[in-house]
């Protein structure tokens, strides 16, 4: 498969510049109905001084901004799932060039059908991007089981909600497993809570962003 001629200009996107020299990228994959100023927030809070890049979600479903579809609430079109992260890794291919962003030092980190699709990067684009931290996001490929990718050195946060009703916890440790077994180095926090981002949860990764060193 060849991979999509994409530029910047192919997704909307928001870039902001890293504010602390030396700092990393941290790409921002928002949640369904969201748009790319969602977690700009989130962004500051997990890496005070990084670079911004987030793009919006090219899939709509009744009008909501998504990655990629699913067929319902927690089954994915996980064909159209690779197809978009193909994609997706094309534009951030294009704004490491157009950014002049280190392409060793890119973070991902998104929330429910964006921590799936970051994991999506994970597994799917190995080399990409140096760490994640996800919240509220499961095993994107679902039950089919992915390549044996090498994701030594690679490190990442995941926080998932125990009562979680739309990604189930099977699923967070589902993923937290498949990265684990292809070494990534992999913290995973578990909140009592259902879908969602807690206080605690954030509080822990950006101990863990700042441990990490990118
Ligand atoms: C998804 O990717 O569909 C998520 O797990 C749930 C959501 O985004 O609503």
Redesign the pocket.
């Given at each position: 498969m060849t991979a999509p001629e994409v530029g910047v200009e192919d997704f909307t996107h928001v870039f902001e510049p890293a504010t602390a020299s030396g700092a990393p990228a941290l790409l921002l994959l928002h949640?369904?109905?969201a748009d790319e100023h969602d977690l700009l927030p989130l962004g500051r809070a997990l890496a005070p001084g990084a670079a911004l890049l987030s793009p919006r979600g090219k899939v709509t479903e009744n009008g909501m901004n998504?990655?990629?579809r699913?067929l319902r609430?927690?089954v994915?079109d996980v064909d159209d799932l690779i197809a978009r992260t193909a994609e997706l890794a094309a534009f951030v291919r294009a704004a490491i060039l157009a950014y002049d962003l280190d392409p060793e030092r890119i973070v991902v980190s998104g929330f429910?059908?964006g921590?799936?699709?970051g994991a999506g990067l994970l597994l799917l684009h190995p080399g990409l991007v140096a760490g994640a931290a996800l919240f509220?996001?499961?095993a994107p490929l679902q039950g089919r089981e992915p390549d044996p990718v090498d994701l030594s050195g690679v490190q990442v946060f995941l926080g998932n909600g125990v009562a979680d009703p739309?990604?189930t916890i099977d699923q967070a440790r589902l993923v937290a497993a498949q990265l684990g077994q292809r070494g990534a180095d992999v913290e995973a926090r578990e909140h009592p809570g259902g879908?969602q981002l807690t206080p605690d949860v954030l509080t822990q990764a950006r101990e863990w962003f700042e441990r990490a060193k990118f």
């Open positions: 949640g369904t109905g998504r990655w990629f699913r609430e927690g994915f429910s059908n921590a799936n699709t509220a996001g499961g739309i990604t879908h």
